[in-house]
């Protein structure tokens, strides 16, 4: 601990804890952390650890707060401002966080849990070579710690290295079988087959007890993927539901409130509104790929991003962080400098077409053409059923919260549509384009061609070998979008039918 923190029995209430957030209970970590706030005003880890709390509830504007407090009592601790860094990133202030994490690293040196902390770090921002050497550099120092194993893995799965990748769960598992992010991320980096899986083995470890609800839940979203892969639908489903049952057990979330901001959003921008806008910024031409997640997303930016003008960004996020920090006072042309200042900086991109890939821009689809008049906006469609099933076997680490019950998924989904609809009314078709997922997979050099003339970018070859290329993919899809095109993900819904006619009667019966 930092030389002005508590010690003694303070040090082991703050380890307590912190194995109160390890086993994800939140609000024993909040009491006990404002307990040590108080009696220790000048310790800085009980503001790093509510911060993280924070987080894990989904309030980054409050964790930030907490995250400024540590920095500011931590005196040069590499802790706290990493802990800013993560703040910052969620919040979509791309280049402070990475300022932090830089002013972090030079704090680092013979700090090996900072230097894993900030490796991770670097990877959220997109610094995937940089992550993978400071993670090496603390595996080096400590070959034995299951949480660096698991950290390096996941920064190499985002370049690629699947192999490595998997090489560094085992031997994160091996190290600490209750590990269990690291069996969640080993199931995905690659087709499990009916020889060569780990589905006895993580069953066995659920037989014999889990410690905490949060690795359940992974436990068994990693099995609903492995035994999906080997073709035992109904396995695959119990794990799945069991593991959405519990995960929605643990939340506090009503489905109605963002169907409300939907609601919104749709009132407040009419056509009349968006065209008696003041003027927005002209001075850039950004590409946004937005959609619900699963959707083929991901497939749209690899094939866009392979062309010789275009850079992909990542999922910024800085598109809402801009409008958040504008309040309900929104000027466009201000809005819209301010984001391609943000994201150009951010990405070292001075000139040139860049890619925005963060989904939930399909909410501010209206003040992205204001904000920026020249932006094209590429929306990912695909089929309800698919969509809304991919949604609910994938595990989000607190985004969608929608997508582990079948009435919300239906409800909320039934609200995206009318959105997507709503955008079609009163967007221009010059600047905004729908995409079907099916459409690409039965037409991938069609598809490619409209999605370029829309660009307004020349034909490219190259872009009918996105899997080939070596950007760094940072989504659920980074496995996926590795592998040529390919049809089987098409009705993939129908193995669970059975299982699923609650989410099918649901979505036929909404408006």
């Not at 680092?108 to 993978?132: E, V, Y």
């Amino acid at each position: 601990m930092a030389v002005n923190s508590p010690t003694g029995s303070v040090a082991a209430t703050f380890a307590h804890a912190r194995a109160a957030f390890a086993r994800g209970d939140l609000a024993a970590t909040e009491r006990l952390c404002l307990q040590l706030a108080a009696d220790f005003p000048k310790a800085a880890e009980p503001w790093s650890l509510l911060a993280e709390t924070a987080l894990r509830r989904g309030r980054p504007d409050a964790a930030i707060v907490c995250a400024d407090k540590a920095v500011g009592l931590s005196h040069g601790d590499p802790i706290a401002l990493l802990m800013r860094a993560k703040c910052l990133t969620i919040l979509g202030r791309l280049h402070e966080a990475y300022m932090a994490a830089e002013a972090g690293l030079g704090l680092a040196r013979g700090n090996i849990a900072a230097l894993d902390g900030l490796g991770a770090i670097f990877s959220m921002l997109g610094d995937h070579a940089r992550a993978i050497r400071l993670l090496g550099e603390a595996v080096t120092a400590e070959p034995d710690n299951p949480q660096i194993l698991y950290n390096l893995a996941a920064a190499e799965r985002m370049v690629g290295q699947l192999e490595e990748a998997e090489r560094h769960c085992d031997r994160a598992i091996a190290r600490d079988p209750h590990h269990y992010l690291a069996y969640y991320l080993r199931a995905d980096l690659r087709e499990q087959t009916a020889d060569r899986n780990h589905i006895s083995e993580i069953e066995a470890l659920i037989g014999q007890g889990v410690r905490h609800a949060p690795g359940e839940v992974l436990l068994r979203f990693a099995l609903g993927k492995e035994c999906e892969d080997i073709g035992d639908y109904p396995r695959a489903f119990r794990h799945l539901s069991a593991g959405a049952g519990l995960h929605r057990q643990g939340m506090r979330y009503n489905v109605g409130d963002d169907i409300a901001v939907i609601d919104r959003i749709i009132a407040s921008q009419s056509r009349a509104a968006l065209a008696g806008a003041s003027a927005g910024f002209d001075g850039d031409d950004p590409i946004f790929v937005v959609g619900l997640p699963r959707s083929g997303t991901s497939l749209v930016e690899r094939i866009v991003g392979s062309h010789s003008q275009v850079r992909s960004a990542g999922e910024l996020g800085a598109f809402p962080a801009e409008l958040r920090r504008a309040g309900g006072r929104v000027e466009p042309a201000a809005l819209g400098q301010a984001y391609s200042r943000a994201a150009r900086q951010y990405r070292g991109l001075s000139s040139g077409r860049f890619i925005d890939k963060f989904p939930g821009n399909y909410l501010h689809c209206g003040a992205i053409h204001m904000a920026l008049p020249k932006a094209r906006i590429v929306a990912l469609r695909r089929d309800p059923m698919d969509t809304c099933f991919a949604l609910y076997k994938a595990h989000f680490a607190g985004t969608y919260p929608f997508s582990y019950s079948f009435e919300e998924l239906a409800d909320y989904y039934a609200a995206f549509d009318r959105l997507m609809a709503h955008w079609r009314t009163v967007l221009p078709p010059a600047a905004f384009m729908e995409v079907a997922y099916e459409d690409i997979v039965a037409d991938l050099a069609g598809q490619s061609r409209k999605l370029l003339a829309f660009l307004g970018l020349p034909w490219e070859d190259e872009v009918l070998a996105f899997h080939q290329s070596r950007n760094p993919a940072t989504t659920a899809s980074a496995v996926q979008v590795r592998r040529p095109i390919y049809t089987s993900s098409i009705g993939k819904w129908r193995h669970y039918a059975g299982a699923l006619e609650p989410l099918r009667a649901r979505l036929a019966a909404l408006p």
